[in-house]
């Protein structure tokens, strides 16, 4: 019974999940649908729960503490992900995941009939695992996003410095350099620099807000230099040459790091798989040699 049950428990449950987000489009107002004007395209298994995420976010945004609403939406920014959830709607994506587990761990249970205590806590650790998966991917989602900026930062600061020299004024300067730039954080964190300064913003304010979404001390670096040239009067030019400087200097350390890292990563794969093979391709010959010498009648 048992066997059955499952299945149909898990499609009422599919059922629900595709219905209520139909049945809570009607609730949309006006505003809220402006409000989806600014926002990127979410995945598609996302993308059919907008109506749900934005209605149990909107309940449960007015109690969601000040700390932890910061601490979130500083790991969205630096994900570059601000434009994609908010705060809240990451808490209802990381509550719905935890449904999902518990559903797909009793699908396990009832249909395996698992009686086995060991099979039971690891299909009972879905749950946990569940819940922690989205914050695993936004963490991960921020590693890449960090190294992509670290690789493409330098040569950014390269094309800057080449339009300061030219005349340029740092706005136009930074225009320029975004412009040689293909799609990546770095053009994208830039394009929303420019956006605050023409829409009224100081350039020392736009730079600290985009350190803070950024999140990376080259960056951090970089905006206190400005900041610093700007207030001293010194020469922005020979500030942000050096910065360059500096920064190819960082990737090239890098670069060597990693490169004297290789050898051992490539230890493991190495002892549990080359050597293996190589052992069983030199010693197969010598083992049949023995065999037909007769060296194991005398075990």
Same mark, same amino acid.
């Given at each position: 019974?048992?066997?059955?049950?499952? $299945?149909?428990?898990?499609?009422?449950?599919?059922?629900?999940?595709?219905?209520?987000?139909?049945?809570?489009?009607?609730?949309? *107002?006006?505003?809220? %649908? @402006? +409000?989806?004007?600014?926002?990127?395209?979410?995945?598609?298994?996302?993308?059919?729960?907008? $109506?749900?995420?934005?209605?149990?976010?909107?309940?449960?945004?007015?109690?969601?503490?000040?700390?932890?609403?910061?601490?979130?939406?500083?790991?969205?920014?630096?994900?570059?992900?601000?434009?994609? /959830?908010?705060?809240?709607?990451?808490?209802?994506?990381?509550?719905?995941?935890?449904?999902?587990?518990?559903?797909?761990?009793?699908?396990?249970?009832?249909?395996?009939?698992?009686?086995?205590?060991?099979?039971?806590?690891?299909?009972?650790?879905?749950?946990?695992?569940?819940?922690?998966?989205?914050?695993?991917?936004?963490? +991960?989602?921020?590693?890449?996003?960090?190294? @992509? =900026?670290?690789?493409?930062?330098? =040569?950014?600061? +390269?094309?800057?410095? /080449?339009?300061?020299?030219?005349?340029? *004024?740092?706005?136009?300067?930074? %225009?320029?350099? !975004?412009?040689?730039?293909?799609? #990546?954080?770095?053009?994208?964190?830039?394009?929303?620099?420019?956006?605050?300064?023409? *829409? #009224?913003?100081?350039?020392?304010?736009?730079? +600290?807000?985009?350190?803070?979404?950024?999140?990376?001390?080259?960056? *951090?670096?970089?905006?206190?230099?400005?900041?610093?040239?700007?207030?001293?009067? #010194?020469?922005?030019?020979?500030?942000?040459?050096?910065?360059? @400087?500096?920064?190819?200097? %960082?990737?090239?350390?890098?670069?060597?790091?990693?490169?004297?890292?290789?050898?051992?990563?490539?230890?493991?794969?190495?002892?549990?798989?080359? =050597?293996?093979?190589?052992?069983?391709?030199?010693?197969?010959?010598?083992? !049949?040699?023995?065999? &037909?010498? #007769?060296?194991? &009648?005398?075990?």
């Amino acid at each position: 019974m048992d066997a059955y049950l499952a $299945p149909v428990l898990i499609a009422l449950a599919c059922v629900l999940v595709l219905a209520v987000p139909f049945a809570l489009r009607k609730v949309a *107002t006006e505003p809220a %649908e @402006r +409000d989806l004007a600014w926002r990127d395209r979410l995945p598609p298994a996302l993308r059919a729960m907008r $109506p749900l995420l934005r209605w149990y976010a909107s309940a449960i945004d007015e109690g969601l503490a000040s700390t932890k609403r910061e601490i979130i939406q500083a790991q969205l920014n630096a994900a570059g992900a601000s434009y994609l /959830l908010t705060p809240a709607e990451f808490i209802v994506v990381r509550r719905v995941a935890v449904v999902i587990g518990v559903l797909v761990a009793l699908y396990v249970m009832l249909v395996a009939r698992l009686e086995d205590p060991l099979y039971l806590s690891l299909t009972g650790s879905l749950v946990p695992f569940a819940y922690l998966y989205p914050s695993i991917c936004l963490r +991960d989602a921020v590693k890449r996003r960090h190294a @992509r =900026f670290e690789k493409e930062f330098p =040569f950014f600061l +390269d094309v800057l410095v /080449l339009g300061m020299k030219a005349g340029l *004024t740092f706005s136009s300067a930074v %225009e320029q350099s !975004i412009d040689q730039l293909r799609e #990546g954080p770095v053009r994208e964190e830039f394009s929303r620099y420019l956006r605050e300064v023409r *829409t #009224g913003a100081t350039r020392r304010a736009a730079l +600290d807000r985009l350190a803070e979404r950024v999140m990376l001390p080259a960056v *951090t670096n970089f905006v206190a230099s400005v900041s610093q040239a700007e207030e001293t009067g #010194g020469s922005l030019g020979e500030v942000l040459a050096d910065q360059a @400087r500096q920064r190819r200097q %960082e990737r090239f350390v890098r670069a060597e790091k990693l490169a004297n890292q290789a050898p051992v990563k490539m230890l493991f794969p190495l002892i549990a798989l080359l =050597f293996p093979i190589t052992f069983i391709i030199i010693g197969f010959p010598i083992v !049949i040699q023995l065999i &037909d010498a #007769g060296a194991f &009648d005398l075990f």
